[in-house]
């Protein structure tokens, strides 16, 4: 499964109380999971989620309350499940769609088209996972990814501690790890705290561990 987020700018004082996009993808590569999207986080945590994955290829979400929007970060996560093959790329196209019923869906819309909406696209890799891995994200509390803070990882048959840098979108990995031992994942940040900092995480029969990590407000 593949977690992709969308993120907006500065929503704060802009009225938006809704929004509709559509988002094509090669249904040879991923379709969407179930469920298509989760708000945990983000700054629809609060609203009311209308997904529509009916028509292959093509991923429609609605979001409504009746509060205005504030703050910038993460809108939405998408979940798509991965169906292709290593090296395979499917682009993630916000773009004008009718359905079969004669429907019409914006590629992206706040509220009725005020304010105007600025996309960028984005795609989908089809990476190896290596096997006996930690890996997960490292978030602030409106789910944007946190770049640069320090991981590190101890326990068990490791020599030392083991240390990485989470990438642009709060991403690490720590990989060639051993199949039933337990780990002791940390995080640091100058900027963010968390509590709790450190998570401990056993590894199953020969497959990736995800842990995630949230900054306190």
Do not use: W
């Not at 983000?42 to 509060?67: C, D, E, K, R, V």
């Not at 789910?143 to 030392?160: C, D, E, F, P, Q």
């Not at 968390?194 to 306190?216: H, I, K, M, Y």
């Amino acid at each position: 499964m593949v977690t992709v987020p969308v993120t907006v700018g500065n929503t704060t004082g802009q009225n938006i109380i809704s929004y509709d996009f559509q988002v094509t993808y090669d249904p040879a590569i991923v379709m969407p999971a179930s469920p298509a999207f989760d708000t945990t986080g983000t700054l629809s945590s609060t609203m009311l989620i209308t997904p529509n994955a009916a028509n292959t290829g093509h991923l429609i979400i609605s979001g409504f309350q009746a509060q205005s929007l504030s703050g910038a970060g993460t809108l939405i996560n998408l979940r798509f499940t991965v169906v292709g093959t290593v090296g395979q790329v499917s682009a993630l196209t916000f773009m004008d769609f009718t359905d079969p019923g004669g429907t019409p869906h914006p590629g992206f819309e706040f509220n009725e088209g005020d304010p105007n909406a600025i996309t960028t696209n984005g795609s989908i890799c089809v990476s190896p996972v290596a096997a006996n891995s930690v890996s997960g994200r490292v978030v602030t509390p409106d789910g944007a990814g946190i770049r640069g803070a320090k991981m590190v990882i101890t326990g068990n048959s490791l020599a030392g501690p083991r240390f990485v840098t989470t990438g642009s979108f709060g991403s690490f990995t720590f990989d060639s790890l051993v199949e039933g031992e337990t780990y002791v994942v940390t995080v640091n940040s100058k900027r963010f705290t968390f509590n709790p900092p450190s998570r401990v995480v056993g590894l199953g029969s020969n497959s990736p561990t995800e842990v995630d990590f949230v900054a306190d407000r």
